[in-house]
């Protein structure tokens, strides 16, 4: 079959599915709502079981287009991946669009996990109603993107907005996409893992058999552990400057933050508002939200972004934080 590309986008039910490290995510969206999602592990074998994989699930479902979230870059045309530096495998060059179109007949769109998690809560989330927003994700690393004008800017290759790679100590730790001291050897689920593990090993107390992990810092900043406090204190003020830096430059003054590690974010929140507070005679008052969509954010995105689709209103929206 022959698949059309650069007209409209499609009007009927789109599959969108979200690829990440340890499973796979998808959503299957029709009209307004929601007729199905589910989770299962990524196959570790590579990029041809990866679109294997995702044409069985669309073959067991009726779509007209599937958005494809991927961790990392894509080609300039966004038919191939690059980077995808955390999935098992080769994937330097492989062409995902066409090898799933083949499999699927079904026009296929791929983007990037972090803008098609902004596209979801911008439509139906957190950001909705907000037209410049700034976006975060907080997870192993730490994703970004940025909405202007009601639009999320996704550029060649879909390489916008990645403020896990701005400089947040300059010559500190090498951070995977080849610079040193990026925001994501700071603040990523990595970086605050490795922290508290040096921590831990420094005071004798840290357990043999495993690592320690962000949630063990939260958990024990949250119990009143003053290492564990200053440590959350030191990467919110990194956090809060890159944050402010990259606020002044855009005219954005709305936060958006979500990923698996974002409950750090609430740990670290006092500290990167003070550090924010300063920036307020350049943009104004700064508003903070929680995401509001929560795992199936990406895959949701990616369904919304592969076929034009009603959006429905969301039931409740999280609490505003307005410094
Ligand atoms: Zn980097």
Redesign the pocket.
Known sequence: MVVTRGGPRPEGPALGVDIGGTNIKWVHRAGAAVVARGMLPTPAAGPAQVAATIAEIADARTVEAIGVALPGHLSPDLRSTTTIPNLDGDWQGFPLADTLERATAKPVLLMNDARAFASAELALGSARGHTDVLFMTMGTGIGGAIALDGTVLRGPGDRIG?I??VTAEPGGHP???????????VAGGRALAALWTRALASRGSGNQDRSATPEDLVRAARSGDTTAREILDAVALAVGTVLGSVMAQLGISTVVVGGGVAPAFDVMRPTVELALRDRRPLIGPVTLLAAGLGPYAGATGAALSATAQPLAAPSTLPQLSVI
């Open positions: 990645e896990g790679h951070c995977g996409c080849g610079a040193r001291g990026c925001l994501e050897t």
